[in-house]
């Protein structure tokens, strides 16, 4: 359980330092986005399962967790980096990734987004991810 804290930490501090990185070269992006997020149904409505799929996002880099909400733990799926397009439009890129999906490293994802509420809808344009997310913190 240590060693899933701290590569949880260790992925969080990753990810604020791609962030400020990143920051000159990508100044697009949108604060309605940063946020910790947690994939719903197709329906718009949470799993009710205490395993679920959380997504953070911070200015320019994400990360995928599997949390297991009953016994406090989380599982890094994958850190990446993310490019914005325009404002309805991003590529999330993954740079590290768990051994079990090792495939996706430097794939580029394409999405469109909207947020509406407390909602995040990503729909990909060259892949075949339709994800609806509800935020769960800033």
Same mark, same amino acid.
């Given at each position: 359980?240590?060693?899933? $804290?701290?590569? @949880?930490?260790?992925?969080?501090? $990753?990810?604020?330092?791609?962030?400020?990185?990143?920051?000159? /070269?990508? *100044?697009?992006?949108?604060?309605?986005? @940063?946020?910790?997020?947690?994939?719903?149904?197709?329906?718009? +409505?949470?799993?009710?399962?205490?395993?679920?799929?959380?997504?953070?996002?911070? +200015? /320019?880099?994400?990360?995928? $967790?599997?949390?297991?909400?009953?016994?406090?733990?989380?599982?890094?799926?994958?850190?990446?980096?993310?490019?914005?397009?325009? +404002?309805?439009?991003?590529?999330?890129? *993954?740079?590290?990734? %768990? *051994?079990?999906? +090792?495939?996706?490293?430097?794939?580029?994802?394409?999405?469109?987004?909207?947020?509406?509420?407390?909602?995040?809808?990503?729909?990909?344009?060259?892949?075949?991810? %339709?994800? @609806?997310?509800?935020?769960?913190?800033?």
């Amino acid at each position: 359980m240590k060693k899933q $804290l701290v590569a @949880t930490i260790l992925a969080i501090g $990753l990810i604020f330092s791609i962030n400020e990185s990143m920051k000159a /070269n990508n *100044p697009k992006g949108n604060d309605l986005l @940063t946020g910790r997020w947690e994939l719903c149904n197709p329906d718009g +409505k949470p799993t009710g399962n205490p395993q679920v799929r959380q997504k953070v996002y911070v +200015k /320019n880099s994400y990360v995928v $967790l599997e949390v297991d909400k009953s016994n406090n733990t989380t599982f890094i799926d994958f850190v990446g980096t993310i490019t914005y397009q325009d +404002k309805d439009s991003l590529t999330e890129t *993954p740079i590290y990734t %768990n *051994p079990g999906i +090792k495939h996706m490293l430097s794939q580029n994802f394409k999405f469109s987004y909207r947020i509406e509420g407390q909602y995040l809808y990503l729909r990909g344009s060259n892949n075949s991810f %339709n994800e @609806t997310w509800i935020k769960v913190s800033d």
